[in-house]
């Protein structure tokens, strides 16, 4: 039997997906929940101050526990760090797919935590985005608890 | 260290983009070739290590049908599904254990797979980042492209010449995926952007590799080779999560090389480092990664470049094989990286080759924005 | 040459549903259980060795995530992961870290979380072994059929362990009734154990047999009260070089360890044919058992050995794995269990902790194997510790097609005497 090493048999991908459903945790799952009501939780470390957000049980810089006791709400206005304009966007199989529109990552400190976070920025232009300062949450019309109900930050004054 | 480990052979694939090979045979090539080079049949083998990851293969346990073409068969055997380069300081500590004299390593990814972009999304905090979904490796690596441009004052030339340096350097290497002779600035600046400021010919291919290592204990390795290299430091750390990390600087790279670089006994990287083989899966990361190695001060990196120093026929060379940028086969870049500087020291890089290398640096990373990072010193013979 | 290692710190969580924490909090409540149980502050731990298999969880290299949960951040970070023996393989980069003597004092663990995953009993995890496989069989215009029973039903584990059990009945005096005892052992052990997820107190042979759903063969020979649970958790030990493991009470010295790997079983690559056609031979756990006991200076393993702890999520695994492992003759391990001596009060305790069978948190199951041996020579093993004075024990896991196998020998002193 003639055996044909340029002959490449090519398999387009299985038809099989996974689902997840992580859980979050109690922590976690508080601060989705207090989306609902606008608010933004995270959690002071008593021992370094370090603070995050999300809220969460160990502080990765000082190695000691924390729990609800330790929670703290924050105003949702914050700085922004860092930004990036996308022009592209993964659909997911994959494939980097090209945008109609840009679209504006930012890295965002909010005021009184030290983490960052990476959320959609809005209502600014690309070429404007490097002056911007300050930044705030743009709450979903209908809040119901899930990540979905901060759609983004926008600048502000 | 208790006893000294030596790296006596080496083999690495022809990287491409769609690699009409199997995993399997793409493998065997590789682990035989190295073994080979040592010297030593299957038989020698005490302990073999693979550095392949099951998400970038597709495959739950992703060395399962590479037992045999990496020369396991009954064989001591274990995966680290990191870069390479860690699998490497596993067979070292298996060594320097007193329990195996000589390991194999062999690190491999196909990423024509699956899109490794994709997958770095499953990377992410899934409680949160990966749900908001803006992030994957590259848009994260524009956003810390853009934080440390803006800090330091680093124009998008200056990022450019990486990838000039880089993809320039590449056409002389056979092994290279990306070989770019003659590449212009423009090019570069032209090439298709994805999330400002990472374009295509700013960022590393997708590619087929595969790369191994041989190391034994000193002993061996003076029965078996005339020209083994010697680890002589290695250091590593893992950072934060990009949440709660400094984004300006590489500072697990920063710790991991300093632990490297006591343990060498290296105090002054221009006067006793030969060059570098870096890990720079995008351009502005180069010059991050100058920095966290100290060749130069924080803030510095486009500095750095522009004076030409780390060109080929620079003071200090960093990546004269093409680096990351021209070949990335995720878990296996690492390891090439450790395997293009022993072929300088043992003067054997064919076109690619600098005069009296002796002492070079090697590193890998893992994880979004370099989060985990590994660096050795490797010197030769006197 | 070698250097003295021990573990000197245990700790678990509580395996079974947890949907009440995240991956992360999972891994640190181990982690820092061990940390506490070895009397140890964070900053102490050198080195980190971590694992489990990605596929089930659904996140890629979750330690880069998770890492400030369990006191990464810093410190040299090693991913191993091997398919089932995972955690085994785990357990002993950690003695390499330390047995190196690069590290003083490593920390590793093993964890898996099942229910993250929303396909049924780690479906999609154990599917992708041999999905490819499968495909790529079509692709080259086999049937459905034959491609299916040439990836050896895609399932590794599952799919493999039932020919296994088959092979090894028809070589051996083990029957039906036998794969019963050992899974009524089992999960009556497992009562005893806090951290186990399947808990049968008192479990008779009857009750497995004759149960109405768990008495149904779901694969000849396999009962589904004979197959283990997909549960979460995480363990983790803390390994440490001889002057600090010194001041620890009673540490459990590390005497041998090894580990081999063999073709895969039944699976093949590419469909070119496999040489291994008795998967119950398992010819890799002979060689990593007799290395590791080399190491350790035991001749007579079936004398010298006071408990052993095997990796056995099917119940004939449990037999055949303990005559692999030299602690009984070659296809007669039924007449030992037959007359109780395997039983948590018998002259050979296997799985005091409930083994596999009743917990199975892939990436920590083997992990716990160790651990339990160290609970055990440590005299820490609460309601399951064996009655008996343990000198040496075994841990062993096997991964993959049945085709990896992890061995680790635990004492009561160190292998180099001063």
């Known amino acids: ?157 | 260290m208790r006893g000294k480990v030596a790296i006596i052979g080496y083999a690495q694939s022809y990287h491409q983009g769609n690699m009409p090979m199997t995993r399997e045979d793409m493998v065997f090539e590789v682990a035989k070739g190295a073994a080979e080079m040592a010297g030593i049949t299957r038989e020698d083998l005490d302990t073999v290590i693979n550095a392949s990851n099951d998400y970038l293969d597709g495959r739950t346990i992703s060395e399962l049908f590479l037992v045999m073409p990496m020369g396991a068969y009954l064989r001591d055997y274990t995966k680290v599904e990191m870069d390479g380069a860690f699998a490497m300081f596993y067979g070292m500590l298996k060594i320097l254990s007193g329990t195996h004299d000589i390991a194999l390593i062999v690190a491999n990814t196909q990423g024509s797979t699956f899109n490794p972009h994709q997958i770095s999304t499953y990377m992410l905090d899934p409680t949160f980042d990966r749900q908001i979904g803006v992030l994957n490796d590259v848009s994260m690596a524009a956003i810390q492209a853009r934080m440390y441009m803006n800090k330091y004052s680093v124009s998008e030339d200056e990022v450019a010449i990486v990838s000039l340096k880089n993809l320039g350097n590449a056409a002389k290497n056979p092994h290279a995926h990306r070989r770019m002779p003659g590449i212009t600035i423009e090019e570069v600046l032209n090439s298709k952007l994805l999330y400002d400021p990472i374009r295509e010919l700013t960022m590393s291919p997708i590619s087929d590799g595969a790369c191994a290592v041989v190391l034994a204990t000193e002993k061996k390795a003076r029965e078996l080779s005339d020209n083994p290299v010697w680890i002589e430091g290695v250091g590593s750390s893992q950072d934060s999560y990009i949440r709660n990390r400094n984004l300006y600087h590489l500072e697990g790279l920063e710790k991991a090389a300093k632990r490297a670089y006591q343990m060498a006994d290296i105090k002054n990287q221009f006067a006793e480092l030969d060059l570098a083989e870096v890990s720079e899966r995008y351009a502005y990361e180069e010059l991050m990664i100058y920095e966290a190695l100290g060749f130069c001060e924080k803030g510095k990196g486009g500095t750095l470049i522009d004076s030409c120093a780390t060109f080929k026929d620079g003071q200090l060379p960093v990546n004269p094989s093409g680096g990351a940028l021209s070949a990335d086969p995720i878990t296996a870049t690492g390891l090439i990286r450790v395997v293009e500087a022993v072929m300088q020291i043992r003067g054997e890089a064919g076109a690619c080759q600098l005069p009296g290398v002796w002492r070079a640096l090697a590193h890998g990373q893992t994880g979004v924005c370099a989060q985990s990072n590994i660096v050795y010193i490797l010197g030769g013979e006197y | 040459m070698w250097r003295n290692v021990a573990v000197i710190g245990v700790g678990q969580t509580k395996h079974g549903i947890r949907r009440e924490v995240n991956v992360a909090e999972m891994i640190g409540e181990a982690a820092w259980k061990a940390i506490e149980d070895a009397e140890l502050a964070p900053e102490e731990i050198d080195a980190i060795a971590i694992g489990n298999m990605q596929g089930f969880g659904g996140i890629c290299q979750a330690e880069l995530w998770s890492g400030d949960w369990f006191g990464a951040p810093g410190k040299p970070l090693l991913r191993i992961a091997t398919g089932g023996t995972t955690g085994g393989s785990v357990a002993q980069c950690a003695i390499y870290q330390v047995a190196s003597g690069m590290f003083d004092v490593a920390l590793a663990i093993g964890f898996e979380k099942h229910s993250d995953s929303k396909e049924p009993g780690a479906t999609m995890g154990l599917a992708h072994v041999g999905l490819a496989n499968f495909f790529h069989l079509l692709a080259c215009g086999l049937d459905f059929k034959t491609s299916l029973a040439w990836g050896g039903g895609v399932g590794a584990a599952a799919g493999v362990s039932g020919y296994q059990a088959a092979n090894y009945m028809h070589r051996s005096g083990c029957k039906i009734e036998h794969l019963d005892m050992v899974a009524a052992k089992s999960r009556s052990n497992a009562a005893k154990n806090e951290y186990a997820h399947l808990q049968w107190p008192n479990c008779t042979v009857d009750y497995i047999a004759n149960h109405p759903r768990f008495g149904e063969i779901v694969a000849y020979p396999l009962r589904l009260g004979h197959i283990c649970p997909a549960s979460d958790g995480a363990s983790a030990i803390i390994v440490a070089a001889e002057e600090r493991a010194r001041s620890a009470e009673r540490p459990a010295w590390v005497r041998g360890l090894a580990s081999c790997a063999d073709e895969e079983n039944q699976m093949a690559e590419n469909a070119q044919g496999v040489a291994v056609t008795d998967s119950s031979e398992q010819i890799q756990c002979k060689i990593a058992a007799t290395k590791a006991y080399s190491m350790a200076g035991i001749k007579n393993p079936r004398e010298e050995i006071d408990v052993a702890e095997i990796y056995q999520p099917f119940p004939h695994q449990e037999l055949i794995y303990s005559e692999r492992l030299q602690l009984f003759d070659d296809g007669k391990a039924w007449i030992p269990l037959e007359e109780g001596e395997t039983q948590i009060d018998g002259r050979l305790p296997i799985d005091p902790s409930g083994g596999v069978l009743s917990t199975n948190a892939i990436g920590s199951s083997a992990m716990q194997r160790v651990a339990e041996c160290a609970l055990q020579i440590m005299g820490k093993a609460g309601q399951h510790q064996v009655p008996k004075d343990v000198k040496n024990a075994v841990a062993h896991g096997w991964g993959g097609s049945t085709n990896f196998t992890v061995v680790t020998i635990l004492g009561d002193t160190p292998r180099l005497r001063r």
Not at chain 1, 59 to 76: I, P
Not at chain 1, 138 to 157: N, S
């Open chain 1, 1 to 157: 039997m003639k055996s044909s090493k340029e002959e490449v048999i090519p398999v387009k991908g299985l038809p099989v997906s996974a689902a997840y459903g992580w859980s979050v945790g109690e922590l976690m799952e508080k601060f989705i929940k207090e989306l609902r009501n606008k608010k933004i939780l995270a959690t002071k470390c008593p021992k370094c101050n370090y603070t995050y957000v999300p809220p969460r049980l160990t502080c990765g810089k000082c190695f000691a526990k924390m729990d609800a006791n330790n929670l703290t709400e924050l105003s949702g206005k914050g700085v922004l760090v860092g930004y990036t304009t996308a022009y592209v966007e993964l659909d997911g199989n994959g494939n980097f797919r090209d945008l109609n529109k840009p679209k504006l990552i930012g890295a965002i400190k909010l005021d009184g935590a030290d983490s960052t976070i990476f959320m959609p920025l809005l209502d600014v232009e690309p070429e404007k985005v490097k002056e911007v300062l300050k930044v705030g949450v743009v709450w979903r019309e209908e809040t119901k608890g899930e990540l979905a109900d901060i759609k983004g930050f926008r600048p502000i004054k």
